[in-house]
């Protein structure tokens, strides 16, 4: 068929954009956008923070969204991270939020955490953590307040937590530090180890429990004549251990293979530690 008329023109397939004297392509466009993007951000953008039982995938570099772990592995906290190889036969549990373990046996993931009790101040600031082992936290005592000063409570959770005060500017200043062993991430249930004045660095102290909380508080002494400031740098710590499935605790049992926790005995009764079924717990003469 002819049709009359001037010849139709060809629809561009790249639109050109007009920015002052520059003629840009949209294919040009795009490329300068991705190239700003890279030099502001990196190759890898910021990482994304992603929920327990997912990780940050990458695609060309950037990226791009949160995945599931993949069988066999598992991540327990929300944040940036890879997930972490189940330890055992690496079954995954709770949606690649745990990892199942045998009966008469636990999971403990042994990710490091340091969390903060309270408001954060300027003083004394808490930046909470997941996966480091070690960190540094400073206090800085005020002299224009000459009542006493407090930090919120930091709890450290992981294998053998330790608190170590590495430097002292002990100047017009009672330091003093408080310490509790806890039974749980939240220190719901505690026993206090600690509670003495500290006067030198060096000072130290480690716990045998998952879940060590401290507390540092100070006086000023000396009055409207103090002007300068007493400090403290403190060190934390935890021992790096990989996941594991761990027997279950004298008193316990577990008579199942998943992420769950062992079940104590009746009350007054007794077992050994790593029991798998109820009938290990008995009861002790006279009762």
């Known amino acids: 068929r002819v049709r009359d008329g001037p010849p139709r023109r060809a629809r561009n397939p790249s639109p050109i954009f007009r920015a002052g004297a520059m003629r840009w392509t949209t294919a040009t466009a795009l490329a300068l956008a991705l190239a700003t993007f890279m030099l502001l951000f990196g190759a890898t953008g910021a990482a994304l923070s992603c929920l327990s039982g997912s990780y940050a995938?990458?695609?060309?570099?950037?990226?791009s969204s949160c995945v599931a772990c993949e069988?066999?592995?598992?991540?327990?906290?929300?944040g940036p991270g890879a997930c972490l190889s189940c330890p055992g036969d690496g079954v995954?549990?709770?949606?690649?939020?745990?990892?199942?373990?045998g009966a008469g046996h636990f999971f403990e993931d042994n990710v490091p955490r340091l969390s903060c009790s309270g408001e954060s101040s300027e003083s004394c600031p808490c930046t909470p953590s997941v996966g480091s082992n070690d960190g540094t936290l400073s206090f800085?005592?005020?002299?224009?307040?000459?009542?006493?000063?407090?930090?919120?409570?930091?709890?450290?959770?992981?294998?053998?937590?330790?608190?170590?005060?590495?430097?002292?500017e002990e100047q017009n200043v009672g330091l003093y530090v408080y310490l509790d062993e806890c039974d749980d991430a939240d220190c719901m249930s505690y026993q206090s180890v600690r509670n003495e004045q500290v006067s030198n660095s060096g000072w130290e102290y480690e716990s045998s429990t998952r879940h060590l909380r401290f507390r540092f508080s100070w006086s000023v002494s000396g009055g409207s004549s103090i002007t300068t400031s007493g400090s403290v740098i403190a060190t934390w710590s935890t021992t790096s251990m990989p996941p594991g499935c761990s027997p279950c605790e004298a008193g316990d049992y577990k008579d199942t293979t998943d992420a769950a926790g062992c079940t104590a005995c009746p009350s007054n009764a007794v077992s050994p530690e790593g029991s798998t079924s109820?009938?290990?717990?008995?009861c002790p003469a006279a009762f």
Do not use: H, Y
């Open 140 to 168: 800085e005592a005020d002299p224009s307040d000459w009542d006493w000063q407090s930090c919120a409570s930091i709890i450290i959770s992981g294998v053998a937590p330790r608190v170590t005060i590495t430097s002292l």
């Open 92 to 101: 995954s549990a709770e949606e690649g939020r745990s990892c199942a373990c």
């Open 57 to 63: 995938s990458e695609a060309d570099g950037l990226n």
């Open 71 to 78: 069988a066999g592995t598992f991540k327990s906290f929300e």
């Open 278 to 282: 109820l009938s290990a717990c008995t």
